[in-house]
């Protein structure tokens, strides 16, 4: 592995650490109250190092999220042979449980940053793991004839994304009362039903 390699890989495993102790500290706290050097000492890290990588608190949560895909990669790693359906669930029930251990405020801070700025769509971007997998899922169903009959699989992967969004929007506004990821569980088994066996 050359310099630039070693060097971009550090660069992301710094920034990684700040993600996850910003993410770790706003569940014990609050976002609003953990402060930069918090997060430094938490991360290992100076604060000039933080800086670098980010221009303010406040930028962590355009890409508080970006853990997530990590997650989701973790939670799908040999499941590639499962069934689409299964794999579905798989990727829906593993993001519902790491929303959920993020705590409402947190994913409340987080979506309260995307509406303050609307340019910033990278948690949209259909590169992303997340998306990717899902519209996957998806394909394979509508090629076994297996998935919802008259609609396609990019359709029906931004009507669910919608749909979940949504779910969560809503356990936030219920100030996370109740349990997510049993939410999503009975919405996911209401829409199963609609994908037709051969």
């Given at each position: ?40 000492q938490?991360?290992?890290?100076t ?9 303010s ?12 895909d ?31 251990e ?10 309260q ?23 996957d ?25 919608r ?16 349990s997510?990821l ?17």
């Amino acid at each position: 592995m050359d310099y630039h390699e070693r060097r971009r890989l550090q660069a992301q495993q710094t920034q990684q650490a700040i993600l996850e102790a910003a993410m770790v500290l706003s569940r014990e706290n609050s976002f609003d109250k953990v402060s930069v050097r918090d997060i430094c000492q938490k991360a290992g890290i100076t604060t000039g190092a933080f800086y670098h990588h980010f221009r303010s608190k406040e930028e962590l949560l355009s890409r508080g999220f970006s853990p997530l895909d990590r997650h989701m990669e973790a939670a799908l790693a040999g499941h590639e042979a499962d069934q689409p359906v299964e794999r579905l669930w798989l990727l829906l029930s593993s993001y519902a449980a790491f929303i959920q251990e993020q705590g409402w405020e947190l994913v409340a801070r987080y979506y309260q940053r995307r509406l303050n700025a609307p340019d910033d769509a990278s948690s949209m971007d259909p590169t992303r793991f997340t998306l990717r997998t899902m519209l996957d899922c998806l394909k394979e169903m509508e090629e076994e004839g297996t998935a919802l009959p008259g609609c396609t699989a990019e359709w029906l992967a931004d009507f669910l994304f919608r749909h979940f969004r949504g779910v969560v929007l809503d356990w936030v506004l219920h100030r996370g009362s109740y349990s997510l990821l049993s939410r999503l569980e009975q919405d996911y088994t209401l829409f199963s039903r609609t994908f037709r066996a051969d």
